[in-house]
Nanobody, 126 residues
Framework: QIQLVESGGGLVQAGGSLRLSCAASGRTFSSYVVGWFRQAPEKVREFLGGITSSGGITLYADSVKGRFTISRDNAKNTAYLQMNSARPEDTAVYFC???????????????????WGQGTQVTVSS
């Protein structure tokens, strides 16, 4: 089992960029699919996108497609969420999640993932 720690959150102005990192402990990170989610106050946890274990396939929610980019560096046991053209409605706590899977698919529901980071706050000012 791996553990995940997010970092890189903070305050950004609308239109700006931010890169979140998801660092994993353990030597099997390369066998985990990674998903990114966010949760704003009083809202359900929202799927943003994910990346397969090899990094060969990425999937994005329509709400962030074209603005957010997910990548990973298995040699560094880290996944990334690059946020560009930030909007005030992107304000939320951002989570990465992982599932042991070498399939060429990315789950899109929180229930599909069994390992979560603690979250990192992103605030976009207008």
């Amino acid at each position: 089992q791996i553990q995940l720690v997010e970092s890189g959150g903070g305050l950004v102005q609308a239109g700006g960029s931010l890169r979140l990192s998801c660092a994993a402990s353990g030597r099997t990170f390369s066998s985990y699919v990674v998903g990114w989610f966010r949760q704003a106050p009083e809202k359900v946890r929202e799927f943003l996108g994910g990346i397969t274990s090899s990094g060969g396939i990425t999937l994005y929610a329509d709400s962030v497609k074209g603005r957010f980019t997910i990548s990973r560096d298995n040699a560094k046991n880290t996944a990334y969420l690059q946020m560009n053209s930030a909007r005030p409605e992107d304000t939320a706590v951002y989570f990465c999640a992982a599932l042991y899977s070498n399939r060429r698919t990315v789950p899109t529901t929180p229930q599909a993932f069994d390992t979560w980071g603690q979250g990192t706050q992103v605030t976009v000012s207008s």
